[in-house]
């Protein structure tokens, strides 16, 4: 099936149901339309729909990725605590092996995440929402 707005194939999320949303506030996603779908130029893997925490904020910047400090000139805010945000399948997988992952949102993560991160890891690591 195809998305009618942007002529690509609808993306699953790792549970295998239609991608959700991740975040529209702050825009995120490879794509910057608040989904964490990809395509083959995406070299990182922008899939991982998560929910940041002030210990990932600072883990990320300490591995040369600051995610915390806008900048305007790419219409970046930065992240605060419990924002959500689509991060490279590469770099969560990094951020466990060093014990700093942050929860996961599995209904707005692409199923191409399975491809670098079991399963199993992603149930361990889910975001629940209350509802």
């Not at 993306?11 to 990809?38: A, I």
């Not at 590469?90 to 995440?113: F, H, N």
Request: charged share 20%; aromatic share 8%.
């Amino acid at each position: 099936m195809t998305d009618i707005k942007t002529n690509r194939p609808k993306p699953l999320n790792v549970l295998g149901e239609p991608l959700n949303l991740c975040s529209c506030n702050p825009k995120t996603g490879w794509y910057r339309d608040g989904f964490c779908s990809t395509d083959n130029s995406d070299l990182g893997k922008h899939t991982v729909c998560c929910v940041v925490t002030e210990a990932f904020l600072r883990y990320s910047k300490a591995q040369g990725n600051d995610l915390s400090t806008p900048i305007p000139e790419f219409g970046f805010v930065g992240l605060q605590p419990g924002d959500h945000w689509c991060l490279c399948a590469p770099r969560w997988k990094q951020a466990y092996e060093d014990g700093m992952a942050p929860l996961v949102c599995l209904d707005a993560t692409e199923i191409s995440t399975l491809q670098i991160i079991g399963i199993e890891v992603l149930l361990e690591h889910a975001f629940k929402q209350e509802k």
